[in-house]
């Protein structure tokens, strides 16, 4: 795509893999809304002349959530061929066995976080962009993980969550001509990222937790620009099947 054509949202910017998403998408060209709880630095790559917006999001406050993501959006400028959102944003929840979960470890706030606001930010941008014009094309890629179709021990919130928004981009695949509209669930594999740490630190007796730590002490994480460029060149291809699952 040529510059600023393309417009990408994104979700959770100010470290980790979603500091890395920017940073990438930017080097295409792109122009970038970036939707963080609190401020965030881009910072640009070198060269990089394309528009970037920025606004206050937290998607753990169903409240607010939709009515700054309209805000948001209406801050956008310009028309754009395609438009992605690119939900990367979320929380582990309590790691524990299932029958150790109790109304303390706070789980419909965990579903709220990782699903509700999820499903209700992916209708306001299909309702945004699909009222737009009929030639923006439009795609939803949801940051997925192995954890959407395997069960890992402890995770059990995790999973539940990954299985919900991998099926919720299915259903708006089979809603949707793929023509105009897309969904995608990218897996980045296992990533030496602060998230990972602090699911190691949290229960590090776990099976979960030591398969993730013998990944990261053997050197086979993988490099944050790796999977980033790996989901562009998935995205840029367009030849994966709409509501599909692709791995790293």
């Not at 709220?112 to 094309?137: G, P, V, Y």
Request: charged letters at 20%; aromatic letters at 6%; hydrophobic letters at 40%.
């Amino acid at each position: 795509h040529t510059m600023a054509t393309a417009l990408t949202i994104i979700t959770g910017t100010t470290r980790g893999l979603g500091k890395q998403l920017a940073a990438s998408f930017a080097r295409g060209g792109d122009a970038l809304l970036l939707l963080n709880r609190s401020a965030c630095i881009f910072e640009a790559p070198e060269g990089y002349t394309g528009r970037v917006w920025q606004a206050k999001l937290d998607i753990s406050d169903l409240a607010t959530v939709e009515s700054n993501f309209q805000e948001a959006l209406a801050m956008v400028t310009g028309s754009f061929e395609l438009v992605r959102m690119i939900h990367n944003a979320g929380t582990v929840g309590a790691t524990k066995k299932a029958e150790e979960l109790k109304a303390e470890d706070n789980i419909g706030g965990m579903i709220n976080t990782n699903i509700t606001s999820f499903i209700m930010l992916s209708s306001a941008f299909l309702r945004h962009f699909k009222a737009q014009e009929a030639t923006t094309r439009c795609v939803l890629v949801d940051i997925s993980s192995g954890a959407a179709v395997t069960p890992f021990d402890t995770w059990s919130l995790y999973c539940t969550a990954k299985a919900a928004r991998r099926m919720f981009m299915q259903v708006v695949a089979t809603e949707n001509e793929a023509g105009h509209v897309k969904t995608l669930s990218y897996s980045p594999g296992i990533l030496d990222t602060d998230m990972q740490k602090d699911i190691q630190q949290n229960d590090s007796s776990t099976d979960t937790a030591k398969y993730l730590k013998s990944v990261l002490e053997s050197g086979k994480a993988v490099p944050l620009p790796v999977t980033c460029e790996r989901l562009i060149s998935v995205l840029d291809a367009d030849d994966y099947e709409s509501g599909s699952l692709v791995d790293y």
